[in-house]
């Protein structure tokens, strides 16, 4: 057996829109779950302030109210929030891959933000591209947000929710030498198998553990959606962490919050590489190659003296 | 509910290593799916004459004499037996999707043949990159393999095993507008949900349908391996018709000889693309892009006067 | 065992450039060569009518009437000489491929003549480059003498004596899917065991049948070359048929007059193939590729009406 | 007599699978060649940790474990263990080049890594295609691996085992000057001449000298293969110096642990050249031009700011 | 020795713009010349009815007269004065190339007449770029013009007075093959040697025999010319035949009318084109080609059904 | 009287195989031009170290040790030695055009070096195509090798030997605006006046200045052969400075060491070419063209990332 890693997947709900108590209640999960030995916690998609639900189940026109509230419940990076999430890090002397709404300027990102066991916070990356009623919310990421964090776990790298069934964002990770995969997802929407298969075929063509976690969706976020709340059925949640063979180490866990554990043996990345290294001996370079763009998006480009 | 087009997913055994007998079994098996009103029949990885199960239980030194008769019954396309293959077609007009052995020179390569209600040769596609102990019986295919065929049922595809697990092979496919994923898998191997994930989650990122067909490995071709036979379990198929959203349309069938069919309704393609197109409003163009080189390779390039 | 096919390697002595009776012994080798079941003969190079010593051992001022000579003594393709060697390999039923000095214009060359069994010239080729003192009495060959024949025993290939040294030029001609190569050499100049490593590494590297085939530098040669004759040592052949592994199936035969003999199995080249095929698995076209120009070269290019 | 360089060519058994001993035992073998006046000194295909003998004698299911022995006992480079080499090197003020596994990320390469007398790592190459049973050990280079150094003793190439089969691979080298060549391969498979005609035809073709250097398989290897060791032979060595003419300057040493001698005489090469330089006044650019694409292969290509 | 040909070159005086006197002046020529042994004859530029002196001499205002008369004694081809020619050729049974003024249509072209031993035309060509003052008097040929004739002889060619000064020319007719050259001037222009070395030269680069046949610029045509006649001065001729070698067979004759014979020795073009056969080895096709448009110019293009 | 520029020709002896007395001839023969009012002074072919007379008049298995050393005494450009006839040429403020044998790799090349009067080297050529027993020695050039200079003297080209019985390299020179063509060639094989026709030749159809300049074949080189050089008969030179039209404005001088010095008058170049301008008016490009393919011609061709 090689080198292990113990990690968590922290399958929580949100105090909806509240950003304050739900930074409160992450940095009470970091501390229960370094108790409980994990050295990396992962939270779900814009686990604060909570997931734009409403966007998915209301008309548009009735949306304006909850979009304003998610815009003054959302974090700057850095920022004080920031600041506090650091200190219980660092505290925890764990890494920490966190959900969140960004603001920056006047626009809102879905992010991922990630800090390291000193507190200091080692990056972040948002979600390229919204799915569908989210692009009435969320701006859009560019290549900076394909990156991975040498941490001192190994290589971290993650994306969000459907990002996953975009195999070119995928790819652009792996490629990067990912070990430790984090898949964020909002709670009720495990529907079909979908994220049961995304995650765990992600860990066999990444030759990498995967640790997908979903939030939990309460009756209390439903009701307070108000009209069109009905639509939605609480739990709906898929967390697990996940070998590179596809095994599941822990979970599904499929309703209810928890915190998973699982303990990494990083010598299994390496019985399943020597087989299928999908960025190595069994790439095709030659025949396909993922160009990435890496450079910063933005529409004013200033040359200075 | 829109166009429909019936499919089948034919899960057999070969007759080991017999062309002839091998191809006269997928003439009948052709002809029965068509009767049951199949426009398109699928056969698992090399069905004619079989995958080489020696090379992954057998010692290399040993496997000299089944990597010739593999040699004398692999296929040359066009020839003779994809002639027969032909007739067969032709007769029953539907589409056939077969994977075989084929020999160019002196290289065998694990590839699949697409035949036309017409009895034509529509193409084939060789598998990029055999894995692990593969290598020692196949070449390796060219970016000529990343192709689709676009026929009166739609755009068909294929993959061959573990090219599923490479990101980049799969959305070369997917962004030329796929909509019939044909995968084949030898018998044998259905372990730990690997091909289970690969299948569903394929469906869903390339929002078409998969034809997952798989052999069945039989207790007679474990004997014929002699000596390592006893290391492999019969059985082990996984054959299975998705839907786009990732659910069963047929199956999965993991064991015995079986011909499974489902209707494919076309609008549950689109259904799933206005929400999650991944070569089209859910790319990011202008931050990845997938290279592909369909330059044929061979190591003699000749001009003529 | 597979397909079977009886070569012959003529390891014979011309009557020095008298090119009507050094016709008629080759005719005479052919029939001998066929009697004994030979379906393919193989002869030395510039057999007809004998290797330009003179360029060699005299100074090139004392070299013109020997030249004068050659050329009065060379024969055209096609041309009567020709002819008669059709009749003979016609009658004999087998091929043959014999070395000679070739005329074409008021340039020699060192060329290869190909005859099927019908008594059809199935092709030529000239010496690309000639080795130092031949470069006073041939002309070069072009693209077009980088060809194969594919015939009914398989696919012949030659080249001739240190075009063996070109690893180009080697590769252009296995590349094309040479089974059976024919290699020139004059008598006289086996040294160091040169022809030896070139013709079983030839079998090798290209997973095929070599007949080398040497001449005999006789005494009455060596004295009709006058002075300078006394720097040749009489003998020095090196005619052999090696299998596709390297192993010799008929000689070495280092001296004397002789025909060898040898049945070639052809599932040999398959067994050779399986592990090594240079042109194929074995290739890496993606980084290295080989461009032949296979144009003619003439000085003169004529638009016609 | 012109400029001389004296060489020496380590006929040794690694410590198998011990990367640190035979680390020592190479830095060892260094000093002592160095002492006996050797400038450069070569060591056999994968010396350290020793030849994945596995894959060719067991069954590829039983391989896993043998192929994480190698994985963990495989060299960066640089790394640790290219220092230790580096600094015996300086020591020993001499040029080393020596086979061993390297690990770039998940995957394993047959690479050969070249030192300098100042004990800076000149470069490396990696086999480009492995042959048969390695395929399920090692990964492709590419054409980076095509190229020669530039050194104080002349101009040094390499190539591994097999590679010498493909006419390309040895031409590439050959056409950049190259006037040392380095040959490796593993112990135990000197068979029908195959290694003494490649050896000495190199050097001919090349017009250069080859120091061909083969590993000892020893009991001791054997025995710790387990089942399936039976299938070998120990010896089967060949290791030799060879000057341009083909003729032998010191061995072939067919068994045993041993360090060839011999000195260089520069003069030699240009007197082949003046006959046969293959790059030079004997090629036929017009006709025959070898294009190499020398850029890495990565699937990922990353345009930063 | 080789074969031998008897050849004549006829330098003479036409009967000044007298047709039908010239044509039966060159008949008796070609009678006595053939009574002597002579092969084949070749006669001046422009011999019927006489070279345009006064375009050279005069003022182009007072040439108009002259110009007519040359029209009206100028030669059509077929014609009767041809069938006259021919008539007496056939007698005399020998070949005759004789240089003439043509008509097509209005145009007159400077022309070489070739007709065979039984009288037959063998072909015609025309100076392709009348020289100066003759491009008030002559059109242009084309590339029909730049052919050979294949006689009973050998391969003969010609060239028309200055057209000896562009290599293209030359090596257009050289390149085909060429044994006998025809060089035709007109008199009184021998100066400085130019002709002398223009011949000599072609034999050498063309490693040909050349018949250089100059006419003879007498008083009376001088005084013919009127005013301007003065600036000429009579004889100026330098006819000559010349080995391969460029060494002198007959001549050269600088004034009088005579006819010349020289005895032409086949090997002696064997023998330099063993050293220099400028469109056999010593070309280099790959570097420098000639390209003809061999196709008719006419300003009508007529398309058939 | 136009522009005219003073030029020498310097026939002079090598000190035979002597690299470095040889250049200091040459530095001292600069030096003495230039003081005697020289702007341009051309020297013989390979007249650095010597021309190959061995190779002539020896057998070819005799000249090893003679090429041997004249490989020991060819020079690099560029290199030490171009930079001593460098320095001597910036001394003396001319242009210099010197024969030399150059060598690149392994082969070696008969070469005219272009230097500047500020020392720079403006180019050089190779002899295309060797001649007879020169192909012993000497590799062949490329298209690269048929470039002329423009300086501030005017267009300069040049060619060597028998490349002057080659009409397509003269006219590839001349079409390129040639004005001052320098001719090289040996000592000793002034025969038949071949060279006479040569240099005069190419004066008028060339339209330009002529400066051929031969080499001295003394009673000591014969001496230095050997065996063999009793066929040579010392003195052979020829040359000669020669204007548009044909005179000669110095020499022809045939034997005995000698700098010949002329004045060119360009307005010749203008009053020829008003008259015949072979690669202007009198070029008809509609009818025959010469390609020239200047690429560089090497066998290995490699694309760098």
């Not at 604060?48 to 949306?63: E, F, H, K, N, T």
């Not at 990156?147 to 070119?168: D, F, K, M, P, Q």
């Not at 030759?207 to 009209?227: D, P, R, S, W």
């Not at 639509?231 to 998973?260: C, M, Q």
Request: hydrophobic share 45%; with cysteine.
């Amino acid at each position: 057996m090689g080198r292990t890693v113990k990690v968590a997947a922290a399958q929580l709900a949100p105090v909806f829109l509240d950003r304050a108590a739900t930074v409160a209640k992450t940095c009470d999960a970091i501390a229960e779950a370094a108790r409980n030995g994990a050295q990396l916690v992962a939270f779900p998609e814009s686990f604060i302030p909570g997931y734009p639900y409403w966007a998915m189940v209301r008309d548009p026109l009735s949306i304006g109210e909850f979009n304003r509230r998610l815009f003054d419940a959302s974090l700057e990076i850095p920022g004080p929030d920031c600041a506090t999430l650091s200190d219980a890090t660092k505290k925890a002397r764990c890494h920490v891959v966190v959900g969140l709404t960004e603001r920056e300027g006047s626009t809102l990102y879905n992010a991922q933000l990630v800090i390291g066991p000193d507190g200091v916070i080692l990056g972040k990356r948002r979600k390229l591209m919204p799915t569908s009623h989210e692009r009435m919310v969320w701006g859009h990421g560019d290549g900076r947000d394909l990156a991975v964090w040498n941490t001192g776990l190994g290589v971290l790298g993650a994306l969000i929710c459907y990002e996953h069934s975009n195999a070119l964002y995928r790819y652009a990770i792996q490629a990067q030498g990912e070990q430790i995969h984090i898949a964020n997802w909002p709670g009720g929407i495990a529907i079909n198998g979908i994220i049961d298969a995304a995650a765990r075929h992600y860990a066999f063509e990444g030759q990498c553990f995967v640790i997908n976690v979903t939030a939990v969706l309460t009756e209390e976020i439903i009701a307070a959606l108000g009209q069109g709340g009905e639509k939605l059925k609480s739990g709906g949640g898929y967390s697990a962490i996940i070998a590179p063979n596809g095994r599941f180490l822990a979970g599904p866990k499929e309703s209810g919050e928890t915190i998973l554990y699982a303990d990494l043996d990083f010598d299994s990345i390496t019985n399943m590489k020597m087989i299928v290294d999908s960025a190595g001996h069994y790439a095709r370079p030659d025949v396909v190659r993922l160009h990435i763009d890496r450079r910063a998006q933005h529409p004013l480009v200033i040359d200075e003296a």
